[in-house]
């Protein structure tokens, strides 16, 4: 069975700084990886996928992520993050054409 | 493109009444949509697989007279809540799957209360 893992619940940063949102997965098989965020009361918005090629991936906003097939993580990267980066953050996974399973999501938090 | 639209936002209802949310997909079809429910400052859980024109697929621990799904276009899932009691007062969330890409785009989301 697939899990999503994220390390962090909660990380504040100050504006302009860099900063790692931390996902890692367990699967016994291939599988795509997504980060999506979400802003207060609203739904999700695809940040970025992992489906097959490059190993990193860039995605809107700025950000990028990792795909490390040994490691299983995917973690998501900003080098400089602004206020309106403050949202939660949800890693997920599926295999193919199955149900997403999402991370516990972690709270990023900027501050001037 | 790829835009998904949730009806209502917002439902406030009476204990017992049953609630009708809509799930539609704007600009592409969508053979799969999901319903999803998310607790305040929970994660995403997935309540049911909507495929068009079949019986809906439940997660385990959901019920399916409670929470009834309708997949009955390409670009239109409903999900009603039968018989809602406070308990049943939660952000309900659709996506829709963009065909072979396995890409879930999501709607905006319900806020449900039941009082």
């Known amino acids: 069975a697939q899990s999503v893992t994220q390390l962090d619940s909660q990380v504040p940063v100050f504006e302009e700084a860099p900063v790692e949102l931390r996902c890692n997965y367990s699967?016994?098989?291939?599988?795509?990886l997504f980060w999506y965020v979400q802003y207060p009361n609203q739904g999700l918005q695809l940040l970025l996928k992992?489906?097959?090629?490059?190993?990193l991936v860039k995605g809107i906003n700025g950000f990028e992520a990792e795909f490390n097939k040994s490691q299983t993580s995917f973690h998501l990267r900003k080098p400089s993050v602004h206020i309106s980066d403050t949202a939660e953050y949800f890693c997920?996974?599926?295999?193919?054409?199955?149900?997403?399973?999402f991370g516990q999501g972690t709270r990023l938090t900027i501050n001037p | 493109g790829a835009v998904v639209s949730q009806h209502p936002s917002r439902v406030i209802c009476k204990s017992g009444t049953s609630v009708k949310i809509e799930c539609r997909s704007l600009?592409?079809?969508?053979?799969?949509m999901f319903w999803y429910r998310q607790f305040p400052k929970q994660s995403l859980m997935l309540m049911a697989t909507s495929n068009e024109g079949s019986k809906a697929t439940y997660e385990q621990g959901v019920e399916k007279d409670k929470f009834l799904i309708n997949h009955a276009s390409l670009t239109l899932s409903t999900l009603t809540v039968t018989s809602a009691h406070p308990e049943d007062s939660s952000f309900y969330i659709c996506s829709a799957q963009l065909g072979l890409e396995e890409t879930q785009y999501f709607g905006p989301g319900t806020r449900l209360l039941v009082l």
């Open positions: 992992y489906l097959s090629g490059s190993t």
């Open positions: 699967s016994s098989v291939s599988v795509y």
């Open positions: 997920a996974v599926s295999e193919g054409a199955q149900k997403l399973v």
């Open positions: 600009d592409f079809q969508a053979t799969t």
